[in-house]
């Protein structure tokens, strides 16, 4: 063989293996590992009484400064409690029957450690308060009931109640992690905050707060527990990833519901009720992130920008955009519904990259003025566009022989249908029903109806 031939056979090996790393790269998105999430003591929160220290509060501060376990119980009317010990040591304080309020600073203050976990007791009852604005101390910004220089975890059997009016309920300058317990929370800035990681891996939230229920600099991570939700602007903000692998979230009231650059839901029950976008990679039009002159909340990059759903059910009411993404949407698994917007301005599905679907079962409704269908699919999807608008109608899909293959109970004032599932099938005739109105159409490809309220036509 000549070396021209063999130049040329390297050549065109080089040139398909860059075609498919470029393919590749560009539907690869990076994910949390969850296996590693949480440590055996972030998870078990048992202790030795007789390696334990018991403190009883007396309306006086405290300052823990050696590693070891605290057992603490009693009230502080204006005080705190101060931990501010090596950079190595770890510290347990078990909450057993605790209430601090605290007039301008944290109730509860790490100032150093290694790591600190914050256990509710079994069976207790734990109050933490703010009453006034927050100061800061020195060069430290404290603006949370629980604020914390170093790791934090909170777990326990126990209930633990938090309130300010001027502040955050707790936050992390490092990783903020909760894995057991009962917890209430009313903010008037974020719920949860840290800079690392927000990541829950079981307990009970009711979480308000007058800014975002959870916010993070970078991940936030959910594997598990009972999370209700009311916030005045997102419930999950992060810059960065946002993963859902299990868990029941109930968000009451939001402006915007799920919020990062890139969003993973491999399980979980989700529920969003939101004034604007339901789930939204690559921030939100929101004047609440308003700062210098630009929204804080709009990421300038495409690239990564995604919302990846690969199991799970999550249920969608908003009057934004349903699904918004500023790059992509992969759906491979899971049950999707999207009840969206009434206005035309808004549609269910909204993305300026590609959507594709593979797996799992998708509606999304609302309104037919900028409704997109997706851009590719290996299952049957369907877009139908109505001329008039119903209202709290019932919507089917059914086959050629009239077996139902889909229903549901709107709630919303709608003129647009987007449906996929694996069940619809190339060649076969579909008929979408709303109310008495109803559109037939045939399957010749995997994708019917053009996007933008063009629907009804072959793509």
Do not use: W
């Not at 840290?194 to 916010?215: R, V």
């Not at 690559?282 to 920008?305: H, L, R, T, W």
């Not at 999707?336 to 206005?343: A, S």
């Amino acid at each position: 063989m000549s070396y021209k031939k063999i130049i040329s056979g390297l050549l065109i090996i080089l040139l398909i293996c860059t075609i498919l790393c470029s393919c590749t790269a560009k539907n690869s998105v990076s994910q949390i590992n969850t296996e590693d999430l949480f440590t055996d003591r972030d998870i078990d929160y048992s202790y030795e009484e007789s390696e334990a220290k018991t403190i009883s509060l007396n309306n006086e501060t405290i300052t823990i400064d050696d590693e070891g376990i605290y057992v603490i119980n009693g009230k502080i009317s204006n005080g705190q409690i101060i931990i501010d010990a090596d950079d190595s040591d770890k510290i347990q304080i078990v909450l057993n029957g605790v209430t601090i309020t605290s007039d301008s600073s944290a109730a509860i203050f790490v100032k150093s450690a290694n790591k600190v976990f914050i256990t509710s007791a079994k069976g207790s009852e734990n109050a933490l308060s703010v009453i006034g604005e927050f100061t800061s101390d020195g060069d430290t910004n404290v603006d949370g009931v629980i604020f914390s220089m170093s790791d934090l975890t909170l777990n326990g059997d126990g209930t633990l109640n938090i309130e300010t009016k001027y502040g955050n309920g707790i936050v992390s300058k490092d990783d903020l992690k909760l894995t057991s317990g009962t917890y209430s929370i009313n903010a008037s800035k974020n719920g949860l905050e840290a800079n690392d990681i927000i990541a829950l891996g079981g307990g009970t939230y009711d979480i308000i707060s007058q800014n975002d229920a959870l916010h993070c600099d970078e991940d936030i991570t959910v594997t598990d527990g009972n999370i209700i939700i009311t916030a005045a602007d997102d419930a999950f903000h992060t810059d960065n990833i946002l993963t859902v692998t299990g868990g029941t979230i109930e968000i009451k009231e939001s402006h915007e519901g799920l919020e990062g650059k890139e969003i993973h839901i491999t399980g979980g029950n989700i529920t969003v009720n939101a004034d604007d976008d339901g789930i939204n990679a690559a921030g939100g039009n929101d004047s609440s992130g308003f700062n210098n002159g630009s929204f804080k909340d709009e990421f300038s990059a495409q690239e990564g920008v995604i919302i990846d759903i690969s199991g799970g059910t999550a249920y969608i009411n908003c009057e934004g955009d349903g699904i918004d993404s500023n790059g992509d949407i992969s759906i491979s698994g899971g049950k999707t519904v999207v009840e969206g917007p009434q206005n035309s301005g808004n549609g269910a599905l909204d993305y300026n990259g590609e959507a594709n679907i593979s797996g799992g079962t998708l509606l999304a409704i609302g309104s037919s003025g900028m409704a997109m269908n997706l851009s590719s699919a290996s299952q049957g999807s369907i877009l139908v566009n109505f001329t008039s608008s119903y209202t709290n109608e019932k919507i089917t899909i059914t086959d050629s022989q009239s077996n139902v293959i889909y229903a549901f109970d709107s709630t919303k004032t709608i003129s647009s249908v987007l449906f996929s599932s694996s069940e619809l099938k190339k060649g076969e005739t579909y008929t979408i029903t709303v109310g008495e109105q109803y559109q037939t159409v045939t399957l010749n490809d995997y994708i019917y109806g053009s996007s933008n309220g063009m629907g009804g036509f072959n793509k």
